[in-house]
């Protein structure tokens, strides 16, 4: 903790952030729709190297060490998937239905950290799961009852993929919060994330239309403005304390989802989700488990 805060402060500006990349999930849920997922995601990783290396080398950082630059490959490479999985989903699902599948992540990553780093897994975290499991059948019901077609059943699908891509990926933050901040954590992100991409451009990538650029470049600043406002308030806050923020994406995407896409939220989408969240909260009680959103590590 750097220095003295409110955790109410801290705790508004966690929520500003959550809203700042919903906005920005919003605009790539447009972009998907235009050019595809992997073009969106090629784009934005490009204007988001520019802006994180203008404010990473600004402050002329020393070269990370070996063991830190395998580190933000590996998280590249992950995040890479997650991000292409979430985003091909989010073009065919409601923004709410989404977010809400997403939630099932922090409770895939303590059987990850069980697996991975031997941590004890006890009955209420099982419990917790079988009731976050619960709120999926829910969520999934519900869009079956709303004959959203099997091009939404396959995004619901490529979400929940994506959702234990982000399981792991909360292992990897763990070990990347140690060795690096926030500014260097967002360049080599979106530069990892380029390189991987950048290997399918001769045969997948499009020069898109100068229309969209500025919802590309836009896209680029909300989710390293969101991941700065984060990491602020996760340096002055306990990580307990300030996870019930990351629900609030449910309410902003719904918002969004309406305004933007026409979508409505079914009854069944609302239980679903707060099963989910009340079986991460469940979790969350037994021992803190740094969390975020599919966004936040895109």
Request: glycine content about 8%; hydrophobic content about 60%; some cysteine.
């Amino acid at each position: 903790m750097t220095r003295p805060t409110a955790p109410g402060i801290a705790f508004a500006v966690a929520t500003l952030g959550i809203a700042v990349f919903s906005c920005m999930d919003a605009l790539m849920k447009g972009l998907t729709i235009e050019i595809g997922a992997y073009n969106t995601m090629l784009w934005r990783s490009f204007a988001g190297t520019a802006i994180g290396a203008a404010v990473h080398f600004a402050r002329r950082p020393s070269r990370p060490a070996g063991s830190t630059l395998r580190l933000h490959f590996q998280r590249g490479l992950v995040a890479t998937i997650m991000a292409i999985t979430f985003f091909w989903g989010l073009a065919r699902v409601p923004m709410a239905q989404a977010i809400a599948l997403t939630f099932i992540a922090p409770l895939i990553a303590i059987f990850l950290a069980g697996l991975l780093l031997k941590e004890r897994i006890d009955r209420s975290a099982i419990v917790a799961s079988l009731i976050a499991f619960l709120g999926v059948l829910l969520i999934l019901a519900g869009q079956a009852r709303a004959e959203l077609g099997h091009e939404a059943f396959l995004g619901a699908i490529a979400i929940l993929f994506s959702a234990v891509c982000y399981a792991y990926n909360i292992i990897l933050m763990r070990r990347q919060a140690q060795v690096a901040d926030g500014r260097e954590v967002a360049f080599y992100q979106n530069m990892t994330v380029a390189i991987f991409l950048s290997l399918a451009a001769p045969v997948l990538a499009i020069v898109p239309d100068t229309e969209h650029a500025p919802a590309l470049v836009g896209a680029a600043a909300l989710a390293t403005a969101s991941l700065f406002l984060l990491t602020w308030a996760y340096g002055r806050a306990e990580a307990s304390y300030l996870a019930p923020v990351e629900y609030t994406a449910f309410i902003w995407a719904s918002i969004l989802g309406y305004l933007v896409f026409d979508e409505r939220v079914g009854v069944l989408t609302v239980a679903g989700a707060a099963l989910i969240a009340g079986g991460c909260l469940m979790a969350a009680r037994r021992k803190p488990v740094p969390m975020g959103n599919l966004e936040g590590a895109t």
